[in-house]
């Protein structure tokens, strides 16, 4: 193999199916159903992770509270942020205190403007000054997507995007892709896409 | 413009001069090595007018009145105000039964300091010796500097009419110590004394208010008989010290040359100030980006040099006839690095709307702080965050989406749920963990600014009610019973109705 083909093929963007691929780093999600289906056995990091929702407030922070709480305290040295961009409401301070995770490592972002949402989620992805990133972005092309992909990738920070199901149809460079539905008992997660893993379903995952 | 008695005031008359054998200026240095200091001191009575009111306000009578003090004694007046009667000392209600029209305004010690801050920066502009004596005077070794403006006289006479451009009522008074010199200007005397041997001769004429101390030490002694400087200098010096204690015999010794009193000298903060004249007048980024980049560039070397960051920076754009615009950013954390502050600098620029074409640039640093360096780690690499990428991922988010748009939240210990949080800076401390009542029942992720009526709802009803009844002390109280609900579409809420029931539904919170 030539010196060029080696060195492009060690190139953090680009992904080589079979038994070549490494196993993607991960943070468990601290469902052990959801884990067993991840590669990793976790939410895959330094990557970005679709989770397409039919409506706010179903569950959706509370599938990822294990995970950020964990990775807010694997975080060494200077306490890093956990970014929220654009939330549907604000994030309530005591209710994050009771979860275990520290509201002064809180960024909260509330840009005007539908480009500067796309801007601002970059830069925290690629600034590495951040555990995860969770943004709440509606319609986004490919490219767009596609940098803050490379931006997490550069900055090794996860970025957890909230989406309307509606998006479901269109292609996305996510490293996983989600669909979660509400079900009394908790939720129905449907892998779409899962990069060195196998589409499937979990029904009912219990979050609380 | 000067009230009072005018410029007199500060060179001794010549009759003074040769009864106190008082050395001419520029006279050749003592052969007997004697220290050769000249201190200037410059006495302000009325700094607290001067503070708070511009010198043309002096068309009505005007007092500044002591701070917290419940009979808000006077502290300085006007000149107009001092003509009907009105004397320092005096309580405010005795003042205005002189002058019902009266002004008056309450003392600012910090205007105070300020002021005092800008005379002592003008003042390094006779020598490089400033001292400020707090809370109204401003002292100079002028020894150096004699020769230069012409004698002790013409630089007295100089610094006079220059406090007096500046709105200024000045003493001036000259001493061979710094702490004569201070007491020459705070008798007023219209004296004085440029040889160090002549200083005891005039103690006589020194009264003890001008030694400005503690008023009960002042009592005792007038009740010892004692009326000036030169009585206690001849007082027995162990039964002073027995009686005063050392530091006052020390402050007489200082005042008449027996001992040194080395002084603090007032150091103008560094900062960086630097104009850049475009070749073109223009608004084009791509001319102006480059002429930044070289200003900053500038900064960040002039910040290496000196191991330090700013703690905020501000650029103005000069317009050919208009008033230039000004662009102020504040960092997060002090930096000093150019590649940073550039990408701040060009982020707002892309946001200002320039009103005309540009002429020029001008970069301002504001005070330098200490950097702490920071080794680089040799082995890790990118692994752990770099603990300025925090600090400036908030400086680069708030550069262009504004101070507001960025912020954090901080939970606050309070039972009612909208008051139990606020918005805070990003990364501020947050009270400790055990203050919390954690037993309570669970809270939701999201929280609604304000409740909203939310009577149409379906779904059912998971956990409830938990009563919160509190706040009555404050006139926010709340009576309230909350329920977790679940909706068919399979979103938890927070629910409340109002006690007593009938007023229907809100939503407080959602689950998520």
């Known amino acids: 193999m030539s010196d060029a083909l080696a060195e492009l093929l060690r190139h953090p963007a680009l992904w080589q199916g079979g038994a070549g691929g490494e196993m993607p780093a991960a943070v468990p999600s601290g469902f052990r159903r959801l884990d067993e289906r991840l590669p990793g056995g976790g939410w895959p990091l330094s990557t970005l992770v679709e989770l397409l929702i039919p409506s706010a407030g179903i569950g959706e922070i509370h599938l990822l509270l294990p995970a950020l709480r964990q990775l807010s305290l694997a975080s060494p040295g200077e306490p890093r942020w956990i970014a929220w961009l654009a939330p549907p409401h604000l994030p309530y301070a005591p209710a994050l205190a009771d979860a275990g995770l520290d509201p002064a490592r809180m960024l909260v972002i509330r840009p005007r403007a539908g480009l500067d949402l796309l801007w601002a989620m970059e830069q925290a992805l690629r600034s590495g000054a951040c555990t995860a990133v969770l943004g709440w972005i509606g319609a986004a092309d490919n490219r767009a997507l596609r940098r803050l992909k490379l931006a997490a990738e550069e900055g090794r920070s996860p970025g957890f995007l909230f989406r309307p199901a509606a998006h479901r149809k269109e292609s996305s460079p996510a490293a996983l892709r989600l669909v979660l539905a509400a079900h009394d008992d908790g939720l129905d997660v449907e892998i779409l896409k899962s990069r060195g893993g196998m589409p499937s379903r979990i029904d009912r995952l219990s979050i609380h | ?512």
């Open chain 2, 1 to 512: 413009m000067l009230e009072g008695r005018p410029a007199t005031r500060a060179p001794a008359p010549e009759s003074h001069r040769r009864a106190l054998a008082v050395v001419p200026p520029g006279m050749p240095p003592a052969a007997d090595g004697e220290r050769r200091e000249l201190w200037l001191a410059a006495h302000f009575p009325r700094l607290p007018l001067h503070a708070l009111l511009p010198a043309t306000a002096s068309a009505r009578a005007a007092v500044v009145t002591a701070e917290n003090d419940p009979r808000r004694g006077i502290v300085a007046c006007n000149e107009r105000a001092a003509r009907q009667g009105i004397v320092a000392g005096m309580g405010l209600n005795a003042a205005l039964a002189l002058v019902p029209g009266l002004r008056v305004e309450e003392r600012r010690p910090v205007a105070e300091a300020a002021l005092l801050d800008r005379i002592a920066r003008w003042a390094l502009r006779f020598t490089p010796v400033v001292s400020i004596e707090p809370p109204c005077t401003v002292l100079a070794e002028v020894r150096g500097s004699l020769d230069l403006f012409g004698g002790a006289m013409a630089l007295c006479r100089r610094a006079l009419s220059g406090l007096q451009d500046g709105g200024l009522q000045a003493l001036l008074a000259l001493a061979p110590t710094p702490r004569g010199a201070l007491w020459l200007a705070r008798a007023d005397l219209g004296l004085s004394v440029t040889q160090a041997r002549a200083m005891p001769d005039i103690a006589s004429r020194l009264p003890l208010s001008c030694l400005q101390w503690p008023a009960e030490t002042v009592t005792a002694l007038t009740a010892l008989g004692i009326r000036n400087v030169a009585d206690l200098l001849r007082l027995p010096r162990a039964g002073f010290v027995a009686r005063f204690g050392p530091r006052l015999l020390d402050e007489l010794d200082a005042g008449v040359g027996r001992r040194p009193e080395p002084r603090r000298r007032h150091i103008v903060p560094e900062r960086f100030d630097e104009q850049h004249e475009l070749p073109v007048e223009t608004d084009a980024a791509l001319i102006l980006q480059p002429a930044l980049e070289r200003l900053l560039a500038n900064l960040a070397a002039f910040l290496r040099l000196r191991a330090s960051g700013i703690p905020g920076l501000r650029v103005d754009l000069l317009h050919r006839a208009r008033t230039p615009t000004r662009i102020r950013i504040g960092l997060v954390r002090p930096a000093g690095d150019a590649a940073h502050l550039s990408g701040l600098v060009a982020e707002r620029l892309a946001r200002e709307r320039l009103p005309a074409a540009v002429t020029a640039i001008r970069l301002r640093s504001g005070v330098l702080l200490p950097l702490s360096l920071r080794d680089a780690g040799l082995f890790e690499r990118g692994q752990s965050a770099d603990p300025e990428a925090t600090a400036r991922l908030l400086d680069r988010l708030r550069a262009r989406l504004g101070q507001d748009a960025v912020f954090g939240v901080c939970p606050v210990p309070e039972h009612r749920p909208e008051r139990a949080w606020r918005i805070a800076e990003p990364g501020g401390t947050t009270p400790l963990p055990g203050q919390w009542p954690v037993t309570r029942p669970e809270r939701p992720l999201w929280m609604l600014v304000e409740p909203q009526r939310f009577d149409s709802w379906e779904g059912t009803l998971v956990t409830g009610p938990e009563r919160i009844e509190t706040g009555w002390w404050d006139g926010h109280d709340i009576r309230r019973d909350y329920y977790v609900a679940l909706t068919r579409s399979g979103v938890r809420l927070w629910l409340f109705r109002e006690r007593p029931p009938g007023s229907g539904w809100f939503l407080h919170g959602v689950f998520g």
